[in-house]
């Protein structure tokens, strides 16, 4: 019974357009021609590889003396802020790389990496199916792309309903990201495990290791960020340290992730009523659903795992953000080619800028 409802919702799912444009064809011989002439590998090298080991150290180093040197409380809360920073670049270029499997050329290194989100107390298989196949094909298609989908408390494409609160949601939403990774380990990961969809999209079947991975990192993950340090430095320093922490994880993984989506300019194409097809070929609209920020500026683009260059990366989540930058130049030059627009902001600031003027614009309009 089961797999027959799996099987009617995938059906149900929208389709793209055959669409006469050649954008997507001529987009990859222009990257594959790159790399052949260059002899490049895809996947990453020594400098992402480096940068991993010096934030698996800055992990350690930052948690040992946290719990085990606990610092006067000013120098601590500071250490809590790097801590939480840290998380997240592990997270933007170890796991996120890892999960696509373009961290490296071998498969279990990538497992490996992809695997840090559990000990981080997410979860690597229900990360792969909400963000690999179902955000990664369906970007801002509402109904699919649990991304978008914040509701009651946010409306971030207008296909959705708005409600009175949400004319102050450009202000209130920064205490909303400042949760997400509090929510994140504690409750999505388990709504999704147990009802085994993400959002209305059915998951792929779990197998016993995934279970046994599920709970056993989940434990993990209490005992590392929980139980130990309540056991070293007492429960209140434990938690005013744990909220810190979270909280910057989940502003700095929040914000980079919206800017590349809910920003003014971007699409949110609806599939068609009698067709179900969108009315793109898959690339373009990965295009237009989709912009960039800051990619000049090298130390976002390290911090930030080359996040700031998502056009590239939905285009291409098989490469490793650490080719985007030459890569951006053969999308940007394909898309003007082709007459499809390249979204892009120049800072950071002006794609935050951008994202609260969206979000204030779907509030008040109806």
């Known amino acids: 019974m089961h797999q027959f409802l799996v099987k009617a919702l995938i059906m149900q799912m929208p389709k793209f357009s055959n669409s006469p444009h050649t954008f997507h064809a001529d987009l990859k011989k222009r990257i594959n021609s790159y790399f052949d002439q260059t002899g490049k590998s895809m996947t990453g090298n ?48 170890v796991m996120h790389d890892g999960g696509h499997g373009s961290f490296s050329k071998s498969k279990l290194i990538n497992q490996m990496a992809a695997l840090s989100l559990s000990v981080l107390g997410g979860n690597s ?29 946010m409306r971030m494409s207008s296909s959705q309903k708005r409600l009175k609160l949400h004319k102050y949601q450009h202000v209130y939403f920064w205490g909303l990201y400042a949760m997400l990774y509090i929510l994140w380990i504690f409750i999505l990961d388990y709504n999704k495990y147990f009802r ?45 340290g744990f909220l810190v922490t979270t ?14 989506h809910t920003v003014e300019h971007v699409s949110f194409p609806t599939a068609n009523i009698d067709t179900n097809k969108i009315e793109n070929e898959w690339a373009i609209h990965q295009v237009n659903t989709t912009a960039n920020f800051a990619t000049h500026n090298r130390l976002v683009s390290w911090l930030v795992g080359g996040l700031n260059f998502q056009i590239e990366h939905h285009l291409f989540p098989k490469i490793s953000h650490i080719h985007y930058p030459a890569v951006s130049k053969i999308v940007r030059q394909t898309c003007a080619d082709h007459g499809i627009q390249y979204i892009e902001f120049a800072r950071v600031h002006k794609a935050i800028a951008s994202h609260v003027t969206y979000l204030k614009h779907l509030g008040q309009a109806s």
């Open 247 to 260: 909280v910057v994880t989940g502003l700095l993984i929040s914000i980079v992730f919206q800017l590349a």
């Open 46 to 93: 020594f400098a992402l590889y480096l940068k991993a080991a010096v934030l698996g150290i800055s992990f350690i180093g930052l948690y040992v003396h946290l719990v085990f040197f606990t610092p006067p409380v000013l120098f601590a809360l500071v250490e809590c802020i790097l801590f939480g920073c840290v998380i997240s670049a592990i997270g933007f270029n």
């Open 125 to 153: 298989f229900i990360w792969h199916n909400k963000h690999n196949i179902i955000h990664h094909s369906y970007t801002n298609v509402d109904g699919v792309d649990d991304d978008i989908n914040i509701q009651p408390f």
């Open 196 to 240: 085994r969809r993400v959002g209305d999209v059915p998951m792929k079947k779990m197998g016993i290791m995934d279970h046994f991975n599920f709970w056993i990192f989940k434990v993990v993950h209490a005992f590392i960020f929980i139980a130990l340090p309540i056991y070293v430095v007492g429960f209140g320093t434990w938690l005013i």
